[in-house]
Nanobody
């Protein structure tokens, strides 16, 4: 079993930056493909970014490409999401996900482990 804990969310003005972290514990040896998703009020949970075990392969939603960077430090069992040039439409609860039943994938339904989420609010 894998446990995921997000941190780093907060309130920031448009154009600002935040870095989210996702700490992984438990069966970390089984962690391969990981991802970030977000959910705004009244909307479905949507794909943000994903990364392979080595970090050599990444995938981004078009809405964040060029502004967000996903990375991971396997020695620290931690995944990151660096978010720059934030926009009000980036406001959401951000979740990290791991242990997909298949990969690569952008579907939340394919991930079996989830964190509790961290709130990101971008003011205009």
């Amino acid at each position: 079993q894998v446990q995921l804990v997000e941190s780093g969310g907060g309130l920031v003005q448009a154009g600002g930056s935040l870095r989210l972290s996702c700490a992984v514990s438990g069966r970390t040896c089984s962690i391969n493909y990981m991802g970030w998703f977000r959910q705004a009020p009244g909307r479905e949970r949507g794909f943000v970014a994903a990364i392979s075990r080595s970090g050599g392969t990444t995938d981004y939603a078009d809405s964040v490409k060029g502004r967000f960077t996903i990375s991971r430090d396997n020695a620290k069992n931690t995944m990151y999401l660096e978010m720059n040039n934030l926009k009000p439409e980036d406001t959401a609860v951000y979740y990290c996900a791991a242990d997909p039943i298949l990969y690569p994938t952008r579907s939340a339904a394919n991930f079996r482990s989830w964190g509790q989420g961290t709130q990101v609010t971008v003011s205009s």
